[in-house]
């Protein structure tokens, strides 16, 4: 079954950054499709980037674009997201997902003074 883990996350002060990681099994990763979500705090889950197969196209949210980058290592089944100038309102649990909307766990990101 598809299994999806997060890892990364954590504190981390406005303008700082931090690289999560999201390890992939029980699926074809390398030709599927991935995505970053997230879930601020009482709020629903707001999608963060989108990454194709071969990483031929990258799409993000206008709220991280220019601050988010969106990778991936098919050979090692990994799945990225470098984020740089953390705000406080980027303060979330971060999921990996696959396109029809399987998650992780989630890896908690607090950007706080």
């Known amino acids: 079954q598809v299994q999806l883990v997060e890892s990364g996350g954590g504190l981390v002060q406005p303008g700082g950054s931090l690289r999560l990681s999201c390890a992939a099994s029980?699926?074809?990763?390398?030709?599927?499709?991935m995505n970053w979500v997230r879930q601020a705090p009482g709020k629903g889950l707001e999608w963060v980037s989108r990454?194709?197969?071969?990483?031929?196209?990258?799409m993000y949210a206008d709220s991280v674009k220019g601050r988010f980058t969106i990778s991936r290592d098919n050979a090692k089944d990994m799945l990225f997201l470098q984020m740089t100038s953390l705000k406080p309102e980027d303060t979330a649990v971060y999921y990996c997902?696959?396109?029809?909307?399987?998650r992780g766990q989630g890896t908690q990101v607090t950007v706080s003074s």
């Open positions: 990454i194709s197969r071969y990483s031929g196209s990258l």
């Open positions: 997902a696959t396109e029809d909307g399987a």
């Open positions: 029980g699926f074809a990763f390398s030709v599927a499709a």
